[in-house]
């Protein structure tokens, strides 16, 4: 044993525990930064995102280096000059470009003129103008139809004053060709706003809405034939989930304090998505002072 003293300081052993504690932390940090270094296997973008939305830990990394991480293989793969489209009418390259999906190897891009155009993603060459299979009506949204491999388009036209909603399904294969050709107008033929059109990629359905003869319509996105229909006199609501189609009806009302009314039950209708068919009614109490302003059907439970 050794005759240190306390009185006359520190163990002479203190300041070494203390330098070798210090090299060990450095070597730590060494390590992990030669770690970061070695090459990565190629994450796939999917599981990136769910990491990085989700702030799972990855080897005790900052919040601010998963992020570079989980993105760091995103890439620019191209550049698309919308200026080359040239119209009869409009140039795609003077409007604000509104919305842009790809598929098929190609980009299509619409501006908020209306007027569509469609690229080639590999070379990034115009092919077409797609406002030419739709008699030049101006385009407001796109839908990419898996179902049939062809691209879904919707018109808007103001005919004797109103507003009109078209839409028109133009085969990839025309697209491709330069020659796009519309195979007609589709789901129902026109809809009057405020009537809608909605697109569920899960059911493979169309939702219409037609205020004209208020009802409610579901279609097959394989070939575009009506499958039901729901009448909207009393619906306050309407949704597509996994497999069913949920619709929020108005229920009876009584009069309340001040002489508002004040809804006293909620009525929900669930029906099958193939056939129409009502599985089950749901009718639930409401307290007076706490009305329910939405309702949402996920993949089983019931969100109020």
Not at 65 to 90: H, K
Not at 188 to 209: Q, Y
Not at 237 to 256: F, K, L, N, Y
């Amino acid at each position: 044993m050794s005759n240190w003293d306390r009185s006359t300081g520190p163990h002479p052993s203190a300041g070494s525990k203390r330098v070798h504690a210090l090299i060990e932390q450095q070597q730590l940090q060494a390590d992990q930064e030669a770690l970061w270094k070695q090459p990565r296997q190629r994450e796939p973008l999917l599981t990136a995102l769910f990491s990085r939305q989700t702030g799972s830990s990855r080897k005790g990394l900052s919040a601010r280096q998963r992020s570079q991480v989980t993105l760091s293989d995103i890439q620019l793969q191209g550049i698309f000059y919308t200026a080359q489209a040239q119209s009869s009418t409009l140039p795609l390259g003077q409007a604000e470009v509104v919305e842009v999906i790809s598929n098929a190897g190609m980009v299509i891009a619409i501006n908020r003129s209306g007027r569509c155009t469609a690229f080639c993603r590999v070379s990034g060459r115009v092919l077409c103008e797609l406002n030419s299979a739709c008699f030049e009506e101006d385009i407001s949204a796109l839908y990419w139809n898996k179902c049939n491999w062809s691209l879904v388009v919707v018109t808007v036209a103001n005919e004797e004053e109103c507003t009109c909603l078209r839409c028109y399904s133009i085969p990839a294969q025309s697209i491709k060709g330069r020659r796009p050709v519309a195979r007609g107008r589709i789901l129902g033929g026109e809809l009057k706003v405020p009537g809608f059109v909605e697109f569920d990629d899960v059911n493979d359905r169309a939702l219409t809405h037609c205020v004209t003869s208020r009802r409610y319509n579901v279609y097959d996105l394989y070939n575009y034939h009506l499958i039901f229909s729901i009448n909207d006199v009393d619906v306050e609501g309407i949704q597509m989930s996994p497999g069913v189609i949920m619709s929020q009806h108005v229920s009876a009302s009584e009069e309340g304090s001040g002489g508002m009314k004040r809804s006293q039950q909620l009525k929900l209708r669930l029906r099958d998505m193939r056939d129409g068919a009502l599985l089950k009614e749901i009718a639930l109490s409401l307290e007076p002072d706490c009305p329910i302003d939405m309702a949402l059907l996920g993949n089983g439970p019931l969100l109020l």
